[in-house]
């Protein structure tokens, strides 16, 4: 059964930091792999989605990269500001025959302090 | 549509009483999800369609939940004589597909469900 972790659990930065999220799976028979970011009270809104053929993917200031070999992401943000404050979620999506859902990851908690 | 929609956006019921959860995918989009969140377990997957396929429903939790959907756009999920441990949110999502590449999924705001 496919595990998904994610360090920290939580993390408080200073505004204008660079910083990095862990995502790690147990298996790494993926189709894809996504980021999410969850505000309080609300859905989730889909940051970047790698392919299992794809090493990285960048849009503005933040960039994915996958490993699959070694069943591991990093969601990496630059110049982080207070609106980057929500948690973070990581999800694969299984290969092989039959298809599914994602499998989530707890979440990061990100605060950015002004 | 902008984007998947989902109602009622809360729903409080008593213990035993039958739920009804609606889902309105974006236009196009031939997969539908849906997913549970809860404090204790995080995020999980519960059923998945599409097309015109037989779903997946492999994330079930128990036989007192039931999902179909209509036409390949709107889909409804039950819960039959709900539990409290029904308590949660229900997220649904939807995506595209491009050949045989499963693109991303993009989710609702939900529906916060808490049985007294």
């Known amino acids: 059964k496919q595990e998904v972790t994610q360090i920290p659990a939580a993390l408080s930065v200073p505004e204008g930091e660079n910083l990095v999220l862990n995502c790690s799976f147990t298996d790494s028979a993926i189709y894809n792999l996504q980021w999410f970011r969850q505000d309080p009270g609300k859905g989730l809104t889909s940051l970047l989605l790698i392919q299992s053929s794809q090493r990285e993917q960048t849009s503005g200031r933040l960039n994915a990269s996958l490993d699959k070999s070694s069943g591991r992401s990093t969601l990496y943000i630059a110049a982080s500001q207070p609106g980057d404050s929500a948690t973070y979620l990581c999800?694969?999506?299984?290969?092989?025959?039959?298809?599914?859902?994602?499998?989530f990851g707890k979440g990061t908690h990100l605060i950015i302090q002004p | 549509g902008a984007g998947v929609s989902q109602s009622p956006s809360n729903k409080v019921t008593e213990k035993g009483k039958d739920v009804e959860l609606r889902c309105d995918p974006i236009s196009g989009h031939t997969a539908l999800y849906w997913y549970r969140q809860s404090l204790g377990q995080g995020l999980e997957f519960l059923i998945y369609f599409q097309g015109n396929s037989a779903p997946d429903k492999s994330g079930l939790p128990s036989d007192r939940f039931s999902a179909e959907r209509t036409g390949g756009s709107v889909s409804t999920l039950t819960i039959q004589r709900t539990q409290q441990e029904d308590s949660a949110v229900y997220l649904c999502a939807s995506s595209s597909r491009t050949g045989s590449s499963y693109n991303e999924q993009f989710f609702g705001p939900g529906t916060r469900l808490t049985v007294l």
């Open positions: 999800a694969v999506r299984r290969s092989g025959g039959g298809a599914d859902g994602l499998t």
